[in-house]
Nanobody, 119 residues
Framework: QVQLVESGGGLVQAGGSLRLSCAAS???????????MGWYRQAPGKQRELVAA???????NYADSVKGRFTISRDNAKNTVYLQMRSLKPEDTAVYYC??????????WGQGTLVTVSS
């Protein structure tokens, strides 16, 4: 019931920055059911991996590879989660997926947005 719409992907040079946005929509019940939101990424031939996650209280966790460079934030009034990416590296190139973890244990996924970091 929760739909996630991502935006902000694109091409950026190494060392540059991008901000990804993910807006959640659905019924009031569905939106309230969102417990955590996060960002995953998947490069060709590799497993999808967690990049960052944030809970309703604003507590965030990051993959070791992005700590100090990426910041996840959440605007509950807008039902939107952001991923501010700084000091981007070519190894950050991947399709980034927004995820919402619901109170019933189910997950909602966005369609993915491609981030390409050139050297």
């Amino acid at each position: 019931q929760v739909q996630l719409v991502e935006s902000g992907g694109g091409l950026v040079q190494a060392g540059g920055s991008l901000r990804l946005s993910c807006a959640a929509s659905g019924s009031t019940f569905s939106i309230i059911s969102i417990m955590t939101m996060g960002w995953y990424r998947q490069a060709p031939g590799k497993q999808r991996e967690l990049v960052a996650a944030i809970n309703n209280g604003g507590s965030a966790n990051y993959a070791d590879s992005v700590k100090g460079r990426f910041t996840i934030s959440r605007d509950n009034a807008k039902n939107t989660v952001y991923l501010q990416m700084r000091s981007l590296k070519p190894e950050d190139t991947a399709v980034y997926y927004c995820n919402a973890g619901l109170i019933n244990g189910l997950d909602a996924w966005g369609q993915g947005t491609l981030v390409t970091v050139s050297s």
